[in-house]
């Protein structure tokens, strides 16, 4: 993000990486909208860096993408970087943790990343810029004892970001 100043959708920015994210971006001179489903957290970071627009959102609901994306541009003009950086790590042995807690996982780690890409990559194509960053940690590329879950959650989204850059290598 060298290039002129760009609007970016971060997920997860309430704290750890996404707010690391957030506050890079707004040290190198881009906007950021920050989303996450921590509204406390959210103020925290408002708080920190003035500048900054915030949304409640839970990535695992399209209908609230929607809504939010739609509010923040309508605010504050086109987004033009989607980091989808939203996660949750549950540890234990794979047979100990909770079918509950593997669908929380799955849904926030996967199905989150896919419904942000479902939102804005229409609207980058149609305005023909745009980049989409998916975070996916070195769970992407080595299972981990006690994180079966996550690891399979990450390595899905590395495969699914090359499929979709396959899909549109030519945009």
């Not at 980049?131 to 769970?139: F, L, R, T």
């Not at 299972?143 to 996550?150: D, E, H, N, R, V």
């Not at 390595?155 to 850059?165: D, G, K, N």
Request: charged content about 20%.
């Amino acid at each position: 993000m060298n290039e002129a100043p760009k609007r970016a959708l971060v997920t997860g920015a309430a704290k750890g990486i996404g707010a690391a994210i957030a506050r890079r971006c707004v040290e190198t001179g881009h906007q950021v909208v920050a989303v996450d489903i921590d509204r406390e957290g959210l103020s925290k970071l408002r708080e920190e860096l003035p500048g900054i627009e915030t949304a409640v959102l839970d990535v695992r609901d399209l209908t609230a993408w929607e809504r939010v994306v739609e509010g923040a541009e309508t605010q504050g003009g086109p987004i033009d970087v989607l980091i989808n950086n939203a996660g949750v790590c549950l540890p234990g042995p794979c047979d100990q943790v909770s079918a509950e807690d593997d669908r929380l996982t799955v849904e926030v780690n996967l199905i989150g990343v896919m419904n942000g890409v479902r939102t804005l990559l229409p609207r980058f194509l149609g305005r023909n810029r745009g980049h989409v960053i998916n975070v996916a940690s070195m769970g992407a590329f080595s299972p981990s004892p006690g994180l079966a879950t996550y690891c399979a959650t990450k390595h899905a989204v590395r495969a699914y970001t090359h499929s979709c850059s396959f899909d549109h290598r030519h945009t």
